[in-house]
Structures are given as structure tokens and as C-alpha cells.
């Protein structure tokens, strides 16, 4: 017994490094209460230190505590991403003007960061139905606190109450979904309830009403976290009331572990496994709930409303936020085909989405702390007063776009290949469409930029050394993976192999 704590507790390092950050870091706040870098510095280091010990964990599948967590390579791929999406966050947060005005204390704000990110990795590991809801809650009560943290600004207490009706609202969903699972299977961990199923679902339509039912309700409970229609109606909102550093780290990380969790439940817990195994690279889905067609209506919806609505958006900030709902439908299309490939093509999208995504959502933030605007109305003639910035907000637009030779380009180019050879060209087609919708709303800021207000003779706007550094570093690996990609290509699809088989 003790011999198994202890190697579960060997391979948990990584989050429990983070929850000694958190409490060190709040130790440090009350103590060093006059110093503005200290806690900051703090949850780098643990952040840093965590990422380090993910990358040197084994390349095996284990179950940990009775098989509440898995430790695999899926999970540790999606703790990078969420531990690079902390770090990049906490960067952008030292010289963000709105967070640090007026004095104000910031010490738990990265605390709450670091909170959070543990949220998420546990997320992305949780392979028990338990395990998933407070991996869940533990992300959201941070994210709530974090989304109105700028009190003084208009509408971030507006965002942080409309955040935590909505959180309240899809836990009692998952809740409720998963009490009802528990109910017909007798297990909570995510394999168990794969091999208890075929039994329940030969008892007639009763039991498979009540799973479809039951997988229905813990599905929206997923898509609220991954801000899928039509579970998306506090992310605009939130998005534009809350701090950009927040905006951009729900946008990407809260995605990732809600991503991972989705595939890793959806995956396991109804897989026909009779048929075939996850580790042969193709799947088949138990009788009774088709969760495919569930995520086929999810996917084509969501892409579409998200990029239907931000055409009329006149925020930056909150164009960005309906891109990121269109964004989150492309991914889900890896989902759909029931293919390794599908999987690793949505984890290869992750990636190139952070650098790129975080590379807008950064200029804008740069933008808002020299003209104190956001208004795509505002940003004219920005092409001439800042020509580096605009050069690299292009290049983030048209790789979110996904034109060549963007990285952005190769994301959209294996998701839709995975579609292809699994027969779903409709699909395709519907995701190629609304690529082109998106190229609209881009295009019209880049109008504004270099093609409007270039008139006024404005002066130019000055860019600090570590702001241009930060830029280089999201620039370059957007376009880098877009002319190589295969070692992070061969990474994704290495880390699916053994997921759900601890």
C-alpha cells in the first residue's frame, strides 16, 4: 500500500511542485507585501519547474490512485501546452498598463494564475468521472476570480457574475449527467464504465434513453468549457470584460484541458472495446449513445456561428473571442472521425493556435496600453505609427486564417486530411467555408491598419526591447511550423498511442 503511494505521489511531481508555488507563493505575498516582482517570480520559477518535470516523464502509461489520474503522453502533451499558455501569461502580465495601475496589489492575481493552471493539468490527466468535475471546478473558481480581477474597469464585474452563472449552470448539467452514469454502471473511472456499459445497454431503450441522456448532459458540461455552441454565451462577454492576459489564457488553455478531457472521456468511456483498441488507431463507439453524430451537430455549429457573428464585431478583443468559439468547432472536427489521426491533428492545431493566437491577443494588448482603445475603428493608420506590429498582427491574422505559409496553414491541413480519409468531405467542405468567412473579418482589420488613416500624420508609436523580443518569439514559430512541421506532426501523433490504456 505504501510502496503504491509512493510511486503514484512520484509520478504526480509536476502538480504537486505547482500547489507548493501556490503556497509559497502566498507565504511571499504577506510577506513581501511592498515588492511587485517577487511573486510573479515565484510562480515562473514553479511554472518553469513543473514543465521541466513533465518533459521528463516517462514515455509510459500509468493509472495513479486507484485510476482517478492517468499519466501518459497525451496528458503530458497537453500540460506543456497549458504550462507554456501560464508562462507566456504571466510574461504579458509584467507589462500589461490596466493590471498594474494605480498600485494596485497583483500578488494574487498570479496566484490565482498558477491555480488555475493546476486546474487544467489535472484536467488534462483525469480519468475518473470525480476526478473530471473537481479538475473542473478547481480551473473555474480561479478563472471567475481571474476574469473581473480589474474591478475598476466597466464590464469585468459584469463578466466575472455572468461566468460564474454559466460555471454554476453547466456543473449542475455534469453533475446531474454524471450521477446518472454512476447510476447505471456503479463505476466512476472512465475504463470501468466502458466495460460495465454493453451489459446496461442490453437491458433495452429504457437504459439506452438514460445514457444518451446522461452523455448529452456531461457533453455540455465539456462544451461549456471549450466554449462550444450553443454553450457559449459567456465567452464574448467574458472575454472582452475581463484582463486581454486572462482573455488570451482562457482562450488557449482552458480549451487545451477542456479538449483533453473531452477526448480522453468521450474516447474511453464509449469505446466499443470488442471491436477495437485506441492503440490501433481507429475506434468504434458503444450501441446506444453515438456521441459522433453529438459532436458532428457541436462542430458544424459551432464554427459557424462563431465565425457568422464576429463579422459584426467592432472590439478587437471580442472579434477575437467569437474567432476562438470558430476555432474551437475546426478543432472538434478531429474528433468526429474516430481516428489517431483525427486526435494528433487537434493536438498539432494546439500548438500552432497558442503561438498564434497568443500573438494577436499580445499586439492588441500592446495597442491598448499606447491609444487606451481596442476599437477596430481605432487601429487606422496603425500600419505606418507601428509598421513591426502590424507586419506581425498580419501574419497572426492570416496564419488564424490558415492560408500558406503560415503555420496556421498546416493546422487546418491535417484536420481536414484526417476528415478526408475518413470520408468526411462534407465536413470538410463546411470547414474550408468558413475559413473564408473568417478571411473577411481578419482582411477588415488589416483594411483599417494599412489602408485607412494613413493620411494623419500621427506620431509613431515607441516599442520597448522586451515587447519586440516577445513578439519575435510568437512570430517565429508561427512561421517556422509552416515550413516545418513534422517533428511536432510525429510528437502529436506519438503522444495518442496509448491513450486510455494505462
Do not use: C
Amino acid at each position: 500500500m505504501t510502496d503504491r503511494l509512493l510511486h503514484d505521489l512520484a509520478l504526480m511531481v509536476p502538480e504537486t511542485v505547482l500547489t507548493v508555488t501556490i503556497i509559497v507563493a502566498l507565504v511571499a505575498d504577506i510577506i513581501f507585501r511592498r515588492s511587485r516582482a517577487i511573486v510573479p517570480a515565484i510562480v515562473m520559477i514553479g511554472l518553469t519547474v513543473a514543465g521541466i518535470i513533465v518533459l521528463g516523464q516517462p514515455h509510459e502509461s500509468f493509472a495513479i490512485f486507484s485510476g482517478m489520474l492517468a499519466v501518459d503522453p497525451f496528458a503530458s502533451f497537453f500540460k506543456v501546452l497549458i504550462l507554456l499558455s501560464a508562462i507566456l501569461v504571466v510574461v504579458f502580465s509584467l507589462g500589461f498598463n490596466e493590471l498594474n495601475a494605480n498600485g494596485r496589489k497583483v500578488g494574487e492575481y498570479y496566484v490565482l494564475i498558477a491555480a488555475l493552471t493546476l486546474g487544467m493539468m489535472l484536467m488534462a490527466g483525469a480519468n475518473n468521472m470525480l476526478m473530471m468535475y473537481l479538475a473542473i471546478e478547481l480551473s473555474s473558481i480561479s478563472s471567475y476570480a481571474l476574469s473581473g480581477y480589474t474591478r475598476e474597469a466597466e464590464d469585468a464585474s459584469e463578466a466575472s457574475l455572468k461566468y460564474v452563472i454559466y460555471g454554476a449552470l453547466s456543473s449542475g448539467l455534469m453533475l446531474y449527467g454524471i450521477s446518472m452514469i454512476y447510476g447505471l454502471t456503479g463505476h466512476f473511472t472512465f475504463s470501468e464504465i466502458s466495460s460495465a456499459l454493453p451489459p446496461v445497454l442490453e437491458q433495452g431503450s429504457t437504459a439506452s434513453l438514460a445514457l444518451m441522456f446522461a452523455g448529452l448532459l456531461i457533453v455540455a458540461g465539456l462544451g461549456y468549457k471549450i466554449s462550444a455552441v450553443p454553450f457559449h454565451f459567456w465567452a464574448p462577454d467574458v472575454y472582452e470584460g475581463a484582463p486581454i492576459t486572462i482573455t488570451a489564457f482562457l482562450s488557449v488553455a482552458s480549451k487545451a484541458g477542456g479538449f483533453a478531457l473531452m477526448i480522453r472521456f468521450l474516447s474511453v468511456s464509449f469505446l466499443d472495446s470488442s471491436v477495437v483498441t485506441l492503440g490501433a488507431g481507429s475506434w468504434a463507439v458503444l450501441p446506444g449513445f453515438d456521441w459522433r453524430s453529438v459532436v458532428v451537430a457541436l462542430s458544424v455549429l459551432t464554427m459557424t456561428v462563431g465565425n457568422l457573428v464576429a463579422i459584426w464585431q467592432n472590439n478587437l478583443k471580442r472579434l477575437l473571442a467569437y474567432s476562438s468559439i470558430a476555432h474551437a468547432g475546426y478543432m472538434m472536427m478531429g474528433l468526429v472521425v474516430l481516428t489517431n489521426e483525427g486526435i494528433s491533428a487537434i493536438m498539432l492545431y494546439f500548438v500552432i493556435y497558442l503561438f498564434m493566437n497568443f500573438g494577436a491577443f499580445y499586439i492588441v494588448m500592446l495597442i491598448a496600453n499606447k491609444i487606451g482603445s481596442e476599437d477596430i475603428e481605432d487601429y487606422r493608420g496603425l500600419g505606418s505609427r507601428a509598421p513591426f506590429l502590424m507586419v506581425a498582427l498580419a501574419i497572426f491574422l492570416v496564419s488564424l486564417t490558415g492560408l500558406p505559409p503560415t503555420a496556421g496553414f498546416i493546422g487546418k491541413l491535417y484536420l481536414f486530411v484526417a476528415l478526408l480519409n475518413s470520408g468526411w468531405v462534407w465536413l470538410a467542405v463546411v470547414g474550408a467555408l468558413n475559413s473564408v468567412i473568417a478571411l473577411y473579418y481578419y482582411i477588415r482589420v488589416l483594411r483599417n491598419v494599412f489602408l485607412r488613416g494613413t493620411e494623419q500624420a500621427a506620431a509613431p508609436l515607441q516599442l520597448g526591447r522586451l515587447e519586440g523580443v516577445v513578439v519575435v518569439l510568437l512570430l517565429v514559430p508561427t512561421v517556422l511550423l509552416g515550413l516545418y512541421f513534422s517533428p511536432l506532426a510525429a510528437l502529436a501523433q506519438a503522444s495518442t498511442k496509448m491513450l486510455g490504456m494505462p
